[in-house]
């Protein structure tokens, strides 16, 4: 079945270093999602990405659509205290109707 | 935030009991979806809503049950509640598949 994975699982950095997290589909998706979810709370819309190559920055965040549609980045730039949280990627497969969100990369952030 | 509200925001209960957990939306989306979150394993879906009365599985269906018998209202019932369903359980709508979604404050189901 569809698997979306995001590596790595946890990262912890100090203040003012960067972060990347990664997100592989096992199957083309139509588009992707990234979504926030601070410490108790809910999962928080961030942006979506449609066309295969599409790059998008929202102030020190960056994000990347694979050539493929089968994967994705989002990078952040100096990290803040106030990045602290759990990172998804997600999606609708291709064709289908079923949507599936990756495993998460929970970002720690020492200040 | 979009007009989500879950209900109730906890429960504790026990093996083997009826369990029913709420979502009701004022924002009129067709799309309404239905997750669990438990550590290490992000968020699953376990079934969703693409129209009243319209429903289908999500990859975590089994011990569930759903209804959409009012646009603004997803019913999700656990018929025999078991311990392994004991997570923190997430109701979500969107305009459409494709586009994004937006979640409720979450419910904490704890099964003793």
């Known amino acids: 079945g569809q698997q979306v994975m995001q590596i790595p699982q946890y990262q912890h950095v100090q203040e003012g270093e960067d972060f990347t997290t990664y997100c592989n589909s096992s199957t083309t998706l139509s588009n992707i999602q990234w979504y926030k979810q601070r410490p108790g709370g809910h999962p928080v819309f961030l942006i979506q990405?449609?066309?295969?190559?599409e790059v998008k920055k929202q102030k020190r965040l960056t994000f990347q659509f694979g050539e493929a549609k089968k994967n994705s980045s989002l990078h952040i730039t100096a990290t803040q205290t106030t990045d602290v949280g759990t990172y998804f990627c997600a999606g609708p497969e291709d064709n289908f109707n079923k949507f599936y969100f990756g495993s998460g990369t929970k970002l720690n952030v020492k200040p | 935030d979009a007009g989500i509200t879950q209900s109730p925001r906890h429960k504790v209960t026990e093996t083997g009991t009826p369990v029913t957990l709420r979502c009701h939306q004022t924002e009129n989306h067709r799309y309404m979806y239905w997750y669990r979150q438990d550590p290490g394993h992000g968020l699953r879906l376990i079934h969703y809503s693409y129209g009243v009365k319209d429903t289908d599985k999500g990859e975590v269906s089994d011990g569930y049950s759903v209804s959409r018998s009012k646009t603004e209202d997803f019913l999700l019932t656990l018929e025999s509640a078991t311990s392994s369903q004991t997570s923190v359980y997430f109701c979500?709508?969107?305009?459409?598949?494709?586009?994004?979604?937006?979640f409720g404050d979450g419910t904490r189901l704890s099964i003793l």
């Open positions: 990405l449609v066309k295969s190559g």
């Open positions: 979500a709508i969107s305009g459409g598949n494709n586009q994004p979604q937006h």
